[in-house]
DNA sequence: AAAGTAACGTACTAGTTCGTACATAAGGGA
DNA sequence: TCCCTTATGTACGAACTAGTACGTTACTTT
């Protein structure tokens, strides 16, 4: 009548801390991305899990701790990727187009990161702010972006007097926006942006842009 | 004994339904804005209220119509505004440039409303999906920019074959961006985008950013 | 001035949701 | 093998929150 079996196989434990928390994380990840914070449920995540919820008070202390601990982990996710990238050794123009296309990649395929921090920015980044791990995350990126710029302007081909944070900032801003605000331009454009077949044209659209923006072909073009 | 005088001045009513009905918009839309749709209080929208909660219900019937109500009233003062904006007897290069700075503008002065698209975007947009009244409300601004688009490539100053769809996104995305990750981009950057000493440099980015790009500085700079 | 209706207020309920007290079992070390 | 710690499950409670039943008052119309 032994419902469990005498042996299981190594490393299939019935409790195993690490895995549930992990899976505690990754199902709160969906459910607060989806949801909002206080339209995410706790009960929910538990049901979700192959745990209960008094783990997730066991492992994170309440509701606002888990999604702390969401958010920090979706943030050093995407520094793992940041740290990956290499641009260093082409050329300026194509360094940043190539930075910018990355960046939109990467955007592209962590969809639920962008509304986490849409969610966050609703609630006034109260939670990144207090989050010690997740100060100065942004100067990796930024001191790359400036040795472009630098680079660019000694070489002459980077005409626009640009600021490091500006240019990520736009790279951001349109990367961002195609996922963050998919549904309501959809609905009053009739486009879903996020639809593949958007995808490469878009993807080349925020290269050409930044490229044009720094050589200059906007400058007084029509005075 | 009497606390309220035997006249009052004429149009000052005790009850006053349209006066009523406006302050509660106003008062919901702050609070949607400030706490998205699941953190809004209709308690504490009714405390806000020179009325109580029970006109809430009398006049919107819930918390779901009130929250339609506040969206269809923001995006419509958008459109208004939007009515006003003539551009078409400007040059195609000063046309798209000055529409993108009053998107600027427009974006930097109705922040609730950002916080707004925000939260309709964490709920998939099904609220908008549903409102007849916010259907076929871009169509405007696509029409003005198509004509200005054609002219340019008529001219020969917009080398770049821009979709209207695009390039309104691409407007967009940077006002908006700044507005509604202003708080995760804080805390990472340590620069708060939209502090009035960042205002002037970022509305003449949008400008350039979109005539650098349509008049097709980036095309293959550096190959 | 009477009466009807639109506008409004109070007090309450039903249901939900975060969080916890208490009980229990697995696994590792002595 | 025994025990102690870590991990886990169940059942419940306290607080909050959307929504409503019922009663009342201002304004309008005739």
Redesign the pocket.
Known sequence: MSS?PAT?PPGD?????E??RAEILEVAQREFARNGYAG????EIAALT??????I???FG???QLYVAVLEKAYSDVRAVERTVDVEHLAPVEAIRTLAELTFDHHDAHRDFIKLVSIENIHHGEHIRKSEVLANLGTPVLDLISRILDAGQAQGVFVTDADAIDVHMMISAFCCFRISNQHTFGALFGRDMTAPEHRERQRAMIGEMVVAYLTGAGRRAAT
Request: glycine share 4%; no cysteine; charged share 50%.
């Open positions: 469990q299981r434990r019935l409790r195993d801390a895995r549930t995410a449920r706790v009960d192959r745990t209960t919820k008094r783990m008070y066991y492992y309440g509701k606002e």
